[in-house]
């Protein structure tokens, strides 16, 4: 069954260090999706993307964060300069972008800044 | 705005317990209510779509259900390994549903 895969599963990183984490959407999907979880708390939207742009951000995803598409398979998200409220699980989705289909999250990347 | 909450917040049940989850939401125009599962530690795991009002979906032991302003959870003779967290999420924005708004889930604890 085809699953959206993501790398490293856990990151540990210092205070001001730039991360990039990394997914693999699956393959016939066509938008691509980062949310990211704090312990306990709810699941939020960071950013969707679509034939190689950025459709819709969140408020949380300010100057520091980026996204990119480099090849036909990856998908990145890249945090510049980590806080240490940036400390989270970071899921990945992808969806085939016909209206009404179900999203399919990645097992996530267990970011720790310290 | 658009908002999902879910009640309770965390629920135990002893195995073969029978107990329903509920999801109120309010969204302007909804495009679909989804159902997740999540395990500690782990990503979102699909479970179900609903988009209109009375529509119903089965898989194992979980029935959703759908009103207009509450989905519910039915969970029948529930076991052990029905254990985990289940969110609900509606769709935000206007172009594509893989936008979501999830609730804070429930986290179901099933003992033998």
């Known amino acids: 069954e085809p699953e959206v895969t993501q790398t490293p599963s856990h990151q540990v990183t210092q205070m001001g260090q730039e991360v990039i984490l990394r997914c693999v959407p699956i393959?016939?999907?066509?938008?691509f999706y980062w949310y990211r979880q704090i312990l306990g708390q709810k699941v939020e939207f960071l950013v969707s993307?679509?034939?190689?742009?950025?459709?819709?951000k969140s408020e949380i995803f300010d100057d520091q964060f980026s996204v990119e598409r480099p090849d036909g398979s990856n998908f990145t998200l890249k945090i510049r300069s980590t806080k240490l409220e940036d400390s989270a699980m970071y899921f990945c989705?992808?969806?085939?972008?016909?209206?009404?289909?179900?999203?399919?999250f990645g097992q996530g990347t267990r970011l720790t800044v310290v | 705005e658009d908002q999902v909450t879910q009640s309770p917040e965390a629920l135990r049940l002893q195995e073969g317990e029978s107990s329903s989850l509920n999801c109120s939401y309010t969204?302007?125009?909804?495009?679909?209510l989804f159902w997740y599962r999540q395990d500690p530690g782990k990503g979102p795991e699909f479970l179900f779509t609903?988009?209109?009002a009375g529509e119903e979906k089965e898989k194992e032991r979980l029935k959703a259900t759908l009103t207009k302003k509450e989905s519910f959870l039915h969970i029948t003779a529930p076991k052990p390994e029905d254990s985990a967290t289940y969110l609900c999420?509606?769709?935000?924005?206007?172009?594509?549903?893989?936008?979501?708004?999830f609730g804070q889930g429930t986290t179901l604890q099933v003992k033998p």
């Open positions: 993307f679509y034939n190689n742009e950025i459709s819709e």
């Open positions: 999420a509606v769709p935000r924005g206007s172009s594509n549903t893989g936008k979501l708004i």
């Open positions: 609903l988009y209109s």
């Open positions: 969204v302007s125009g909804l495009r679909g």
């Open positions: 393959s016939n999907h066509l938008y």
């Open positions: 989705a992808s969806d085939g972008g016909v209206m009404n289909t179900e999203a399919f």
